[in-house]
């Protein structure tokens, strides 16, 4: 394996874990979100470094599904989880970042570009891309796990401010979204040859042909993605209606009362700063 896909330190993808990993450390003092941040930054280090993030890279196209699922569907839900609400109150309090994520986080919303963005880097040039670039491999995973987060924030319904759904609604929302994230899978597996030249040696590694590979990546994708999201989505009704929690209402919180009284002194704010420049 390593003449094919030889060893070497992945510096930049590590120096980047490591340094989210003391920044949490610092920002969250609780013992469970801590665990949570270990485990997605520990699992994301295995699924981009040598030699899964290599063969995702160069090689298999349904190891890079795989890759790209437990980015979207593991690390980037714990990474949401294991910030609490004040550490995401003060990461989204800027301005431009509430005003972004109060609208990325409508469902309609958030499931169209986690579809694009989703596309995007299984889309043929942009794997190319990456299996020759070290840079494009990391746009790749960037991007990806930018597409994760916003997937699972309206179905976590954690950051202040934002629209919240009720459960059924957030049941619903994960639900369709594992019907509509899995975009490029119908394309592989009916697809009559390869679509990926610059992934290769295959049969050495994988003891499968290209496009074997590629079929075999298609039902990876359907597979990886409805199964523990329709579960998520099972999950996510059944708890609210064993804590007693109204399936159809919306809940509100005080950091969601906070945040709207932020808006409403930057609107005050910038109405008073019109009225003195006429």
């Known amino acids: 394996m390593i003449s094919l896909v030889p060893f070497h330190w992945h510096a930049v993808e590590l120096a980047v874990i490591l340094v989210v990993g003391m920044a949490h450390r610092v920002m969250v003092a609780g013992s469970r979100e801590r665990r949570r941040a270990l485990c997605a930054l520990a699992t994301l280090a295995i699924v981009t470094m040598w030699p899964i993030g290599d063969i995702a890279a160069t090689v298999s196209l349904s190891v890079a599904t795989s890759q790209r699922l437990i980015v ?15 550490a995401l ?13 109060r609208r990325l ?16 880097t299984l889309a043929p040039p942009i794997v190319d891309w990456g299996a020759r ?14 597409a994760g987060l916003l997937l699972w924030i309206p179905a976590l319904a954690i950051l202040p401010g934002t629209r919240r759904l009720s459960p059924t609604a957030r049941a619903g929302y994960v639900f369709v979204s594992a019907l509509v994230v899995t ?13 990926y030249p610059a992934l290769q040696h295959q049969n050495a590694l994988m003891h499968m042909s290209p496009l074997l590979d590629q079929q ?46 932020l808006r409403v002194d930057r609107r005050r704010a910038r109405a008073q700063r019109g009225e003195r420049s006429k």
């Open 72 to 86: 979207m569907l593991l690390v980037a839900p714990l990474l949401l989880l294991s910030l609490p609400v004040r």
């Open 89 to 101: 109150s003060r990461l989204t309090r800027l301005a431009v970042i509430d005003i972004l994520t």
């Open 105 to 120: 986080a409508h469902p309609g919303l958030a499931m169209a570009v986690v579809t694009i963005l989703g596309t995007f």
């Open 133 to 146: 670039s070290s840079l494009g491999r990391d746009v790749i995973v960037l991007t990806t796990l930018s």
């Open 183 to 195: 975009s490029l899978s119908v394309v592989w597996i009916f697809a009559r040859h390869p679509l």
């Open 216 to 261: 075999v990546a298609g039902f990876v994708a359907k597979l990886g993605c409805y199964l523990p999201m329709w579960a998520v989505a099972f999950t996510i009704f059944s708890r609210a209606e064993e804590r007693g929690v109204p399936v159809e209402e919306s809940p509100l919180h005080w950091a969601d009362v906070e945040r709207e009284l």
